[in-house]
């Protein structure tokens, strides 16, 4: 049950990620929602109760299908053993989240004042906008 509602906040986060990103002006179509790991992360443990371990969001992202990986990022850590390594990028397949839940999909949607054509453009249709 925990899972099921990890899945569901993650898949609030990274839609609410790509509608600020679709109504903001700088449009860049391969980073549109795009969040990496620890923002996830970050995300989940102040708004659940519990949170989530690097391990099982780990996990949660890898498995879902409605979930994709689209680019790593090299973060600096600071400390003891200080260095960089890479952390993935995730983004929301829309039309999977939207088949799942059609509900939560329509609401976020309405908040913002899109319509479902909006925001499910084809990727043709968004590279022209963006040129």
């Not at 700088?26 to 519990?50: A, C, F, P, S, W």
């Amino acid at each position: 049950m925990k899972t099921q509602r990890l899945r569901e906040k993650i898949g609030e986060f990274l839609l609410e990620a790509y509608i600020s990103d679709f109504l903001s002006e700088d449009l860049i179509y391969h980073d549109l929602g795009v969040r990496n790991t620890e923002q996830i992360k970050t995300y989940i443990n102040n708004n659940m109760r519990h949170g989530t371990t690097s391990q099982q969001l780990g996990n949660v992202l890898s498995k879902n299908k409605k979930i994709i990986t689209k680019a790593s990022d090299s973060i600096s850590r600071q400390g003891i053993l200080s260095g960089s390594y890479d952390i993935c990028g995730w983004n929301i397949n829309l039309e999977g989240y939207a088949s799942i839940y059609p509900d939560k999909f329509e609401k976020h949607l309405k908040l913002n004042e899109l319509n479902r054509e909006d925001i499910l453009i084809s990727e043709t249709n968004l590279e022209s906008m963006l040129v």
